[in-house]
């Protein structure tokens, strides 16, 4: 996520680590401007609570993801989305259809 003001500039970076089956560690790690340090020691209490917020209102999403069959494609979506979805299996596994 990159926010610029001016010259400043807030770039923040959002990794998610499988732990185990069903389980993921987020972490964000955020950069600044020189001319931001002073603004973000105040903002970052903040900046932090509005991400876990974000996150954690998803997870119930996460939680009861499916892999859907699109119902109507036009000829010309038709292949793209089979090699989307061919991409998307890596993520699933037997078990996911369980959840």
Known sequence: INSQYGDKVNTTFATFTPISPFKTKVD?????SSGWLGLWKYASLLVGY????TVKQDITTW??????????L??????????????????????????
């Open 28 to 32: 964000f790690t955020t950069f600044t």
């Open 63 to 72: 939680e009861h993801k499916g892999n859907p069959t699109p119902k109507r």
């Open 50 to 53: 509005t991400q876990e917020h």
């Open 74 to 99: 036009v000829p010309g979506d038709r292949a793209g989305f089979n090699q989307y979805r061919k991409w998307l299996e890596q993520f699933y596994t037997e078990s996911s259809n369980d959840q």
